[in-house]
């Protein structure tokens, strides 16, 4: 792991050190787009975000963890296990798992609410036996615990200039609409898992249901029903972008490039999706390349911007996160 960011983070243990490093790289591996976020943070919070989304990213691996052949009963043990060593390190210390010790030492710093990790485990157990949502009002029930609670969970670590429970259903709203993008994103995937997160009554108005979308799965050949179906939930997701983005403003300035950034680029996955006819169910939808670095850049001119205003030049460690941002 980057070194600067832990000696910054005031991280000094080796055996911390170590488990932070294992969810940077977790986050590196799994989350691209918010990885290439985050690196616009403020040095010293950038551990802590690694952690928050490091533990996510580990639970989620139980439950999607088909490649390993782990039936249902096997993988809901291994989240009690994980739920009961958290338990056990958010109250004692002592976990035995790396992700777990590095997340329990973030909820420490930062006071945030355990009751956040228990909701997010309840949601990540659901996706054990629940395989469809027949309403919306279902799924945003399921995603409090499985996003909402991702930046409630945030908020602490980035810091507001308005009183917290101010910013919040801001926070909630950007963690759920991060999450619906991935849902439509990844609706083909879901789908060759048993599930379905868009919700039924919407495909329902416009002639789709599960067989279809398995249809056009499975040939390839797309259906103007599912086209219907998929526009009507980029319009519904892009709602939640809008709840989302006044809560912006209400982080500390420090804070606002990483988290504009990553709006933009998840936004900008439903100009993907759109620019590509909604065939999610056949390729996943990118942004391309050249556009994610173009808005990384744009977000670290307005951080080093804000701060030549401040000091008369930009440190060395600060230079040289541009020039990785570069690469």
């Not at 096997?74 to 296990?81: G, I, S, T």
């Not at 919700?199 to 329902?204: G, I, K, Q, S």
């Not at 850049?297 to 401040?310: F, K, P, Q, S, W």
């Amino acid at each position: 792991m980057n070194r600067r960011e832990l000696d910054a983070a005031g991280i000094t243990g080796p055996a911390l050190r170590a488990a932070y490093a294992r969810c940077r790289r977790l986050n590196a591996r799994h989350g691209r787009t918010y990885f290439l976020a985050t690196r616009l943070l403020p040095v010293e919070h950038r551990c802590a975000v690694h952690a928050l989304y490091g533990f996510a990213r580990w639970a989620d691996d139980i439950v999607d963890d088909l490649d390993s052949g782990r039936p249902p009963g096997e993988r809901d043990r291994l989240l009690r296990v994980l739920e009961s060593d958290l338990a056990h390190e958010l109250t004692t210390g002592g976990g035995h798992e790396p992700v777990v010790r590095a997340v329990a030492d973030t909820a420490a710093r930062y006071a945030i609410d355990h009751g956040l990790f228990a909701d997010f485990l309840t949601s990540m157990r659901s996706d054990l036996t629940v395989t469809d949502y027949p309403t919306y009002a279902d799924l945003r029930a399921y995603m409090h615990g499985s996003a909402a609670v991702i930046g409630l969970q945030m908020l602490p670590v980035l810091g507001t200039v308005v009183p917290r429970d101010e910013a919040a259903p801001h926070a909630a709203a950007l963690g759920v609409a991060f999450q619906l993008t991935n849902f439509l994103r990844d609706v083909g995937e879901d789908l060759d898992r048993g599930r379905v997160y868009l919700p039924a009554d919407l495909l329902a108005a416009h002639g789709v249901h599960r067989p279809l979308l398995e249809w056009s799965r499975r040939t390839g050949r797309h259906d103007p029903r599912v086209r219907a179906a998929f526009a009507e939930a980029e319009a519904m997701i892009r709602t939640v972008y809008r709840e989302a983005e006044p809560g912006i403003a209400m982080l500390e300035p420090r804070v606002r490039p990483c988290i504009r950034t990553a709006f933009v680029l998840y936004r900008g996955i439903l100009d993907a999706i759109a620019s590509d006819g909604y065939r999610v169910l056949h390729r996943r939808a990118v942004v391309p390349r050249r556009r994610r670095a173009g808005v990384a850049a744009g977000g670290l001119v307005r951080i080093l911007g804000a701060r030549m205003r401040t000091r008369p030049a930009a440190t060395a460690p600060e230079a040289a996160g541009a020039e990785g941002l570069r690469r």
